[in-house]
Structure formats: C-alpha cells, structure tokens
C-alpha cells in the first residue's frame, strides 16, 4: 500500500505542474467577450464553516436501584417510565409479612426482657453452673469472631479504597492528556465509570462494616446478658437483678433495630432525584429481577433505572477527515431530526445532528465558492466588467460552507462569473473528493 500511495502522490505532482503552466497563460490571457452565464457581486460579509455529525442523546447521570437486604416478591410498584420523582421518593415494595412478625416478636422480646428486671433467680446446680459458664465462653469466642469480622471489612475498604482511588486518578489522567474530541470524550465517559464505580464500591463496604459493627454490638450485648446472667444465676439468694435486665434490654433493643430495618428494606425508594427510565421488575415478580436485566438507553442495571435529566448529553463522532478541524469549545448546534422546532420533547435515545463550526471570519470579503478555479496553489476568477470578463488571480482564505473568502485580487462590488460545472471551484476531481482545494489551502 505504502508503494501504491507513492505512485499516486507522483502522478498529482505531474497534473499539477501541467496545469500551473496553463494557469499562468489562462491568468495573462486578454479579456474575452461574455456570455449568459450567471454572476455573483463581491460583498463583504461572514464566511462560515462547519462540520456535521450525528449522535444519541443520553443522560450525564444514570443509576440502577435495587432493593436492599433479601428481597423477595414484588407486591406494589408505585412509578411508571417516565416518571419524575425525587429523592427519598418511593417506588416499590416487596412482601413485608415476614419482616413485620419478625419486629413483633423482636418488640415481645423486648417486653419481656424489661419485665425480667423483676424477676428473681435461682441457685444452680453444678451442672448448671457448667452450662453457665459455657454459655459465656461461646458468648466471648462470638465476640471475638464479630471483631474479627470488624477488622475485616474495614481492612477491606481501605483496600478498597486506595485501589478506587488509584483507578480514578489513573481515569484522570487519561482525560486530562486526552486532546482528539473522541478520545476525550471516551475518556470523560471512563471517568465518569470510575467515579460511580468508587462510589458504589465504597457504599458496599460502608455498609459491610457497619453490618459487622452492629454483630458485634449484638455479641457484645449477649455476651454481657450471659455474663449478668451468669453472675445472677450463681447468687445463692433470689433478687432482681438490675444489671441482668439491663443487659437483656439492650439485647432485645438491638433485636428490635435489626428488625425495623429489614422492615425498611422492603420499601424501595429513590436514591436521587431524576426521572424513571427502565423498570426491570413485574408485580408478583422477583425483587432481584434487574440484577439480570440492563435499561433500554444504557449499560447500568438495576429493578429500576432512573436518570437525572437535568443534565443531557450527545456523543458523536466527527468524520476523520474532519477530526482535525474540531477543538474544544467550538461552538455547536444540536438538532433533533424527529422533532420539531424548538425541540422541547426530548427523549434518552433519539437521533440528534450536530453542527460544529470550525471556523468563521466576519465583515470579509467574499465569492460563491463555484466561482473560484484552483490549479494547484493557483486561484483564479473570471471578473466581468463593461461586458467584458477577465481572469483576475486572487488570494483565498476561509473556505466555508457557501462561499470562499477573498484576500486580495478583488473589491467590495467586484462582478464574477460563476461556473455552472458540477466540480467547479476544484479544479479536479478524484476518488474521495476534490484534492485541489486541500492542496490549495
């Protein structure tokens, strides 16, 4: 290929030399006498230029909600796609019975620990004594198994953490080294992934840890029951015991927490506020429906998926041949082909145009490009004044989207004639396109 590249680039150079030595004799040649072609005034004005693509509108923020804890069977889905809600806002529940006997007899539980603390012990027996005091041993092994378990889950945030923290500065860094639009914007999106999987990653183990804290909290609790338990029993003389109670109160209490909190679990609600895109789930359904399934307008999964609209996106890609033209904060203009004007029902998804304008010079002179000849570096017009036309060389600047601008060679009110050929203002035609104006330029 590299071969074959060569033999074309050589027979350009040859066109071109040929065509110069005409060009000079077409530019010295004497005004002729005109004909009915159609004519263009030099005006000054804006020459524009821009460059078109195509993209699908997205949101900048998209999350999946699931619900927490165990789950179970969809009972109510109180949102529709579409939907707006707001944070704290519900949206679903699954079957709740379970979790509210289990908070119920956690609450009798608690009655009747408070009703202990008036209650009076026994003296035990040897084997009771010996049933005591393994009763404390399993408790304590319990409270070091729960601290363990502590260690643990903070050990592994940490670990979390720093590893999150690395590939997010390394996502950072690739987006700040970043200068084609396409790789910037790939790696903006990168960026945005990492910091959501950070996020998420960091929330798993916060809650892993708080879990084994509230274990241990709960060991703890139990190993001081069967301790004052334990103290209480081994008393000769039946008393209260004020300190046995307490502890079974703080027990029962920590039971009765665990409990309202898997009753909480049940309810489903909104994380942020945003507008509902994807519902995984069905009524009498799976609660772990969405963990299989992904949302129609993007890769992020969840029973429901919501989006912050408040915030759009396109993504595009620009022709490489027009790549190298686009730079940061060029203006742009967005369409919505499927829409009318103004576009006001936008949806996650649709077809948009956009066009960039990649250069624009005001208050400049300037020609219908069709009325320009280029031959090699060589640009030409055909001037028509007092009946008679005259090829005039000019100087050219921006080449825009419906006009070229002129640099010298012409003057504000200027008449030329404009080609009627297909490929006029090219000089040439090849595969691919004109090479005349890119060389030209």
Known sequence: MKGKNVLINAGLALVLVALAGGSVLAVNASPTTTTASPTATVTPGTVTKTVSASGNLSAKTTIGVDFSGSGGTVTEIDVKVGDTVTAGQVLAKVDDTSARLSLASAKASLLAAKAQKSTTTQGLTSQEKARSQAQVRSAQVSVDNASTSVRQAQATYRQDEANQDAFVSAAQRTYDAASDPTAKANAKSALTQAKNTRASTLLRDSQQIQTAQGQLISARSALSTTKASSAVDAQPARSGSVTSAEAQIASAEVQVAQAQTTLDQTTLRAPIGGTIVSIAGT????????????????????????????????????????????????????????????????????????????????????????????????????????????????????????????????????????????????????????FGRGLGQ
């Open 283 to 434: 009524m009498g359904g799976s609660s772990t429906a969405g963990a299989a399934s992904s949302s129609s307008t993007s890769t992020t999964s969840g029973f429901i998926v919501l989006s912050d609209l408040s915030e759009l996106q396109v993504s595009t890609y620009v022709a490489e041949a027009d790549a190298g033209n686009v730079k940061l904060a060029q203006l742009a203009t967005i369409t919505f082909p499927a829409l009318g004007e103004p576009s006001t029902d936008l949806r996650l998804g649709q077809t948009a145009s956009v066009s960039i304008t990649v250069g624009s010079k005001s208050d400049v002179l300037s020609v219908p490009s069709s009325a320009i000849t280029k031959i090699g570096n060589l640009s030409t017009v055909i001037v028509r004044k007092d009946g008679k036309d005259t090829t005039t060389q000019v100087g050219t600047g921006l080449v825009g989207d419906n006009g070229t601008e002129i640099t010298s060679g012409l003057s504000e009110g200027d008449v030329v004639v404009l080609s009627t050929s297909s490929d006029s203002g090219n000089g040439f035609t090849f595969p691919g396109g004109g």
